[in-house]
């Protein structure tokens, strides 16, 4: 197997850059004091370091936080979070949000904490301009929908407008399940409950979904799961897919893109 292709980035050495080849790079820190150099898995990713160095984490894998305070002692965006904790320590009604990328971090201090409230933001991520323009903003009228399952097997799913936060549906608990089966039950909810309207506008209502493996099993219009459910869930299963097969539908299924966007607004916020 072919050893995977790496970028080096330079940003203080003998000769600053981007290189491919490690002999190369070694060749521009050998000798030079204090050099600053890391290695990448793509050349948009070691192009977009090389000029955003302070958006890099050099923390050895370690995953960098950004803190944004917005009602504290002093508000701003902060990377220790012993700091942020001396920031809002005594302070009535502080109001503050962990998050995963600068950027957003950066763009969220400048607007209200309210729009940041109900998501989890600490897997997002700093993105290549390339990749952020390939990736985009969410549709805003749209539909969102998730579901949520705990280690006994008990799930729900929901559906929420993505432009409002307003939930439409919500449905379950049901018992054993899985998260898997909320989400393809959830979408096929959301294709019907769509498409059960008179306006031609709903049946090109995009629909978000944070599962790849949903997506997957709507596609093949049959839920793929191994786990055993009790009657009533199989009811629920076999009601879906038999739905899918006999309806079609034009709703865009999308993917939310959590990294860059947070967790999806349908999200039951218990992680």
């Not at 948009?44 to 370091?49: I, L």
């Not at 701003?76 to 949000?97: C, L, M, P, S």
């Amino acid at each position: 197997m072919a050893k995977k292709k790496k970028y080096y980035v330079v940003w203080e050495g003998h000769q600053p850059g981007v290189y491919t080849d490690w002999g190369k790079c070694q060749q521009q820190i050998k000798g030079y004091p204090n050099a600053k150099f890391k290695s990448f898995e793509s050349k948009d990713e070691a192009e977009f370091a090389y000029k955003n160095i302070d958006q890099v984490d050099f923390s050895a894998g370690k995953k960098t936080y950004y803190y944004v305070v917005w009602h504290g002692k002093e508000p701003g965006v902060f990377t220790n979070w012993d700091d942020v904790r001396e920031n809002i320590k005594g302070v009535k009604g502080a109001i503050y949000k962990t998050f995963g990328s600068k950027s957003l971090a950066e763009k969220a201090f400048t607007e209200h904490p309210d729009k940041y409230k109900d998501g989890d933001y600490k897997k997002t991520k700093d993105l290549t301009k390339d990749e952020l323009d390939k990736i985009g903003t969410p549709i805003e009228l749209s539909l969102a929908v998730d579901a949520a399952c705990n280690n006994k097997g008990d799930f729900e799913y929901q559906g929420v407008w993505t432009f409002s936060n307003e939930v439409e549906f919500k449905i379950g608990p049901y018992k054993n399940g899985s998260n898997n089966i909320g989400e393809f039950l959830a979408l096929v909810h959301a294709l019907a409950f769509l498409n059960g309207h008179k306006d031609p506008k709903m049946k090109q209502m995009p629909i978000y979904t944070d599962s790849r493996i949903a997506m997957g099993w709507v596609k093949a219009c049959k839920c793929r799961t191994k786990q055993q459910t009790n009657p009533e869930v199989t009811q629920l299963i076999l009601r879906a897919e038999k739905w899918l097969r006999l309806n079609s539908w034009t709703n865009p299924i999308l993917k939310w893109e959590t990294k860059v966007w947070g967790e999806i607004p349908a999200d039951f916020g218990r992680k």
